[in-house]
């Protein structure tokens, strides 16, 4: 079967090659472009414990002492008086009290707890370093600061433990 100019299917199939190229090239384009705009799995695990350390440690309302008279907030320094359970769930609030839970041991101190129920349901979990959607994320931080009690400074170790839920 051959045309007027004498060239069959074979030169048919030749010059459709480009074309069938730039297809392949446009459909490509489109599916990646489409599954990158689809794929918005985003991993906050790590950074929400991180503000909920910092704003532990580092805001006026957390447990660093707060001069009232400058309006400073010392870094490193902490207030006993703020170093108290109840104090720090009115201070730090969530929508959901699942959200975050954490265990301050100052030196040699008895612990104080952000949900203390929370943390001892998840503890265990975030110690076994399961991974996936039914586990804990566990973070444990140890570093020396400050403390003022009885108008008298003395220092020692703070540990925070924090445990967050996946699911």
Known sequence: ?????GEGPEMWIIEK??????LGIAL???VLVTFFFIMNN???NQTEISVFFNRMIYSENGIS???TVSG???MGIIDIDKLDSSKL???IQYPSDRLMAAKLTLGTRKPVYYHEGWYENFEALGKSGLRGLGGVDYVKKDFYVTYIENGTFDSAILRIEIVRPRS
């Open 72 to 74: 400073r907030t010392f």
């Open 1 to 5: 079967m051959t045309d007027e100019t």
């Open 42 to 44: 985003l991993e906050t």
């Open 28 to 30: 490509s384009t489109i």
């Open 89 to 91: 769930e009115q201070s």
């Open 65 to 67: 002492y707060h001069d």
């Open 17 to 22: 090659i480009p074309e069938i190229i730039f």
